[in-house]
T-cell receptor
Framework: KQEVTQIPAALSVPEGENLVLNCSFT??????LQWFRQDPGKGLTSLLL?????REQTSGRLNASLDKSSGRSTLYIAASQPGDSATYLC????????????????FGKGTKLSVKP | KAGVTQTPRYLIKTRGQQVTLSCSPI?????VSWYQQTPGQGLQFLFE???????NKGNFPGRFSGRQFSNSRSEMNVSTLELGDSALYLC????????????FGPGTRLTVL
């Protein structure tokens, strides 16, 4: 059964710092991995999607990498800003979903990021 | 192109009542998935509908049910509400193929008193 872990659970950094968020998953049989951002009480905003055949994706100050063989992904945020404060979630799309019970996306519990001015 | 919409955005109910939540997917998307998000359990998969048929189902009791209409809009229903059903309910839509990118709505915040 696929499990997704995100470490750390919370992170506080000063404005301008570069930072890395980590995501690990137990089963490498995935279609893709997505990184989402969630503001308090709001829905999920998709940041980056990496297909299983890709190694990384970039969007603006964000860069996500995927190492499927080791079951790891990282989200790199350059020159962090207070507006980046949010919870960041990673989710994998499993090829095997154990009879459908795991659905199309399996999420980690997220990393709550706080960027201090 | 309009995004995923969910109504209502907020609901307050009492124990024992039932509730219906609605989700309208992105135009052209045929798959709608529902998730429950709580502080303790995180995001948990409820069920997925594709072309009006339930395709996948998570490990939730039968009090949680759903359906999908011919225009791909979906509803989920929770009967005999319990305090533990208080959560943010999110729906996501996609084109429908396995591994397709999922797009999420703003969620419905349900509070059970």
């Amino acid at each position: 059964k696929q499990e997704v872990t995100q470490i750390p659970a919370a992170l506080s950094v000063p404005e301008g710092e570069n930072l890395v968020l980590n995501c690990s998953f137990t089963d490498s049989a995935i279609y893709n991995l997505q990184w989402f951002r969630q503001d308090p009480g709001k829905g999920l905003t998709s940041l980056l999607l990496i297909q299983s055949s890709q190694r990384e994706q970039t969007s603006g100050r964000l860069n996500a990498s995927l190492d499927k063989s080791s079951g790891r992904s990282t989200l790199y945020i350059a020159a962090s800003q207070p507006g980046d404060s949010a919870t960041y979630l990673c989710a994998v799309s499993p090829i095997m979903n154990y009879g459908g019970s795991q659905g199309n996306l399996i999420f980690g519990k997220g990393t709550k990021l706080s960027v201090k001015p | 192109k309009a995004g995923v919409t969910q109504t209502p955005r907020y609901l307050i109910k009492t124990r024992g009542q039932q509730v219906t939540l609605s989700c309208s997917p992105i135009s052209g998307h045929r798959s709608v998935s529902w998730y429950q998000q709580t502080p303790g359990q995180g995001l948990q998969f409820l069920f997925e509908y594709f072309s009006e048929t339930q395709r996948n189902k998570g490990n939730f009791p039968g009090r949680f049910s759903g359906r999908q209409f011919s225009n791909s809009r979906s509803e989920m229903n929770v009967s005999t509400l319990e305090l533990g059903d208080s959560a943010l309910y999110l729906c996501a839509s996609s084109m429908g193929g396995r591994g397709q990118e999922q797009f999420f709505g703003p969620g419905t915040r349900l509070t059970v008193l």
